[in-house]
């Protein structure tokens, strides 16, 4: 890892965390929701870096959101 997974800004990524909702990964391509409402695409030169970035500054990931849901369905 070659920063700080506390940062406030991921390197050459444009917005700090605070500003982000949700983000959905598909391959290398991050679709990331903000929280006014705007989307934004990145492609992080390391992608599980950026991903952990993401979910340890608590980014909800959306299919790890739907997968929960499924499970509570399944369940009742």
């Known amino acids: 890892m070659n920063y700080e997974i ?10 700090p ?3 982000l909702a949700r983000f959905l990964q ?5 679709t990331i929701l903000l929280k006014d ?6 492609k992080p030169a390391n992608v599980p870096d950026f991903r952990n970035w993401l979910t340890h500054h608590k980014v ?3 299919k790890e959101s ?3 849901d ?6 009742n």
């Open 37 to 42: 409402g705007n989307v934004t695409h990145f």
């Open 17 to 19: 965390f605070c500003y």
């Open 66 to 68: 739907i997968r929960k």
């Open 26 to 30: 598909a391959d290398n391509l991050f």
């Open 6 to 15: 506390s940062n406030y800004f991921f390197p050459d990524f444009r917005y």
């Open 60 to 62: 909800e990931d959306i």
């Open 70 to 75: 499924h499970e509570l369905i399944k369940e």
